[in-house]
């Protein structure tokens, strides 16, 4: 099958390729949805509006259907992120055990609010659904690698670590 695409967003042939073999395995392409967006967060690290747009074609739904899930589930980003994202769990245990404070340090030392990357592009901050881990609350995700037993001390030593990566 040929390139599809929209004027602005494209995936490789080589992905579009990966993903119609895997659409053999499915019971339609609409079943696909989850395996094609990841594809675009790996190539573009979020999904803009003209990718859910290029995703609905290729997967032949309403484009409403791709926004819906887009939006639902936390690990699709439909904005820019910053380099390094703090997700921050907000479920009952880790409301309990402090994940507030976590928050505000992030807010403070950031000087961002949730979802936005900070000036420089290094930071962003995300509120997240259960990650699964309440015995270790409140619990974190930094790039996507789980901190357990946070508190604003080790959030904070955290920020400072990666503020001193060179780019």
């Given amino acids: 099958m040929s390139e599809v695409s929209t004027q602005k967003f494209t995936l490789s042939a080589q992905d579009i390729a990966e993903l119609e073999e895997l659409a053999k395995r499915y019971p339609n392409r609409e079943a696909l949805m989850l395996p094609v967006l990841w594809k675009v967060m790996d190539q573009e690290h979020w999904i803009s509006p003209e990718a859910m747009e290029w995703v609905a074609d290729f997967l032949k739904v309403p484009a409403a259907k791709v926004y819906g899930v887009v939006g639902f589930y936390h690990m699709y980003l439909d904005r820019p992120p910053g380099k390094h994202i703090f997700e921050v769990c907000q479920t009952t245990s880790c409301a309990i055990m402090g994940a507030e404070g976590i928050l505000d340090t992030l807010h403070e030392m950031l000087g ?10 290094r930071f962003m901050i995300r509120r997240v659904e259960c990650l699964g881990a309440c015995e270790h609350a409140p619990v974190c995700q930094v790039d996507h690698a789980f901190r357990f037993d946070q508190t604003p001390e080790s959030i904070r030593a955290e920020v400072e670590q990666l503020s001193q990566e060179t780019e």
């Fill in 112 to 121: 961002v609010g949730l979802e936005e990357p900070t000036a420089d592009g």
